[in-house]
């Protein structure tokens, strides 16, 4: 796939991953509508986006209303003139203990996580089979996969979204429109300083992937039309250690976070 003149929404692109997937695929030709809460943060990266030559128009949005959204892509296709690409990537962290969990932190997380996307998606999917294909990223989590001690709920928003969106890409299966998914990890943004719940320990950033790189690798992804997505080789094998030995990848991840935040 080429990006040169696709009509692309992008979701959560106020900053962090989303930002710099929207500067990537702007300087790749995209044509971009950037969604978020916050209008001043987003009006700032699509003025970054234009500065360097691109196209970006920024839609105020709430992913979890299902109106806001569907109000935001009908403005992305009367600006854009259609809608080739959605990229689901707007989402809240949480971290806190299963038996701790506030219930009222949980149902947000699914709000934003789970049900979001899904609204998008069904806003979007219109237009993409109106013109006979397209393209949905889910930029999605390790913790999607991978049991992780403490972001209990987070990883079950995450793990539902994933069952949701390869369900999504057998029903389109020869449509036209492809589902890409991507597995990040610990990426150095602000969305651990975002999170819900009980706050996340300051570790040190040295193992954390930028930003850019993700952007980097979905973007490159998508062109060579790949369906599941991990950001570091590391991060693949620890997904095969643990469906061929679970009992070790669970040790090596209690190790890793099996701190509980509120000792
Ligand atoms: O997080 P952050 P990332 N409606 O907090 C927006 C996944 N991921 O870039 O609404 C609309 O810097 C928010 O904007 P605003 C993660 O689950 C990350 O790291 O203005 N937008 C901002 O633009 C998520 O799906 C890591 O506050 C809403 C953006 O979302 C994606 O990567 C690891 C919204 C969040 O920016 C991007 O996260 C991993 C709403 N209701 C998966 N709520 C990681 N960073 O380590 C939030 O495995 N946003």
Not at 27 to 38: C, E, N, P, T
Not at 48 to 54: A, D, K, N, P
Not at 61 to 72: C, I, L
Request: charged share 20%.
């Amino acid at each position: 796939m080429d990006w040169n003149g696709r009509r692309i929404v992008i979701t959560g692109a106020s900053r962090g991953i989303g930002r710099s997937l929207a500067l990537n695929l702007a300087g790749r030709g995209g044509r971009l509508v950037l969604a978020a809460r916050s209008g001043a943060d987003l009006e700032a990266v699509a003025r970054e986006v234009r500065t360097r030559g691109g196209e970006a128009v920024a839609v105020p949005t709430d992913v979890a209303e299902e109106g806001s959204v569907r109000d935001m892509v009908r403005t992305a296709a009367l600006a854009l003139g259609g809608i080739d690409v959605l990229v689901n990537n707007a989402g809240v962290g949480l971290r806190a203990g299963v038996q701790d969990m506030n219930p009222a932190d949980f149902t947000r997380a699914l709000a934003v996580n789970l049900l979001g996307p899904l609204h998008c998606v069904q806003a979007v999917l219109p237009y993409l089979r109106q013109q006979g294909g397209g393209l949905v990223i889910s930029i999605s989590s390790l913790a999607g996969i991978l049991p992780v001690p403490f972001l209990g709920g987070y990883s079950a928003s995450k793990h539902a979204g994933i069952a949701l969106f390869r369900c999504l890409r057998a029903e389109l299966a020869g449509r036209g429109v492809r589902v890409m998914l991507v597995y990040p990890g610990s990426v150095d943004t602000d969305f651990r300083r975002n999170a819900l719940g009980d706050g996340y320990p300051d570790r040190a950033r040295a193992s954390r992937v930028s930003p850019e790189q993700v952007a980097e690798v979905v973007a490159r992804a998508a062109e060579a039309e790949r369906q599941d997505v991990f950001i570091r080789r590391s991060d693949r094998l620890l997904v095969m250690v643990a469906r061929l030995a679970p009992g070790l990848a669970d040790r090596v991840l209690i190790g890793r976070y099996g701190k509980s935040p509120r000792s």
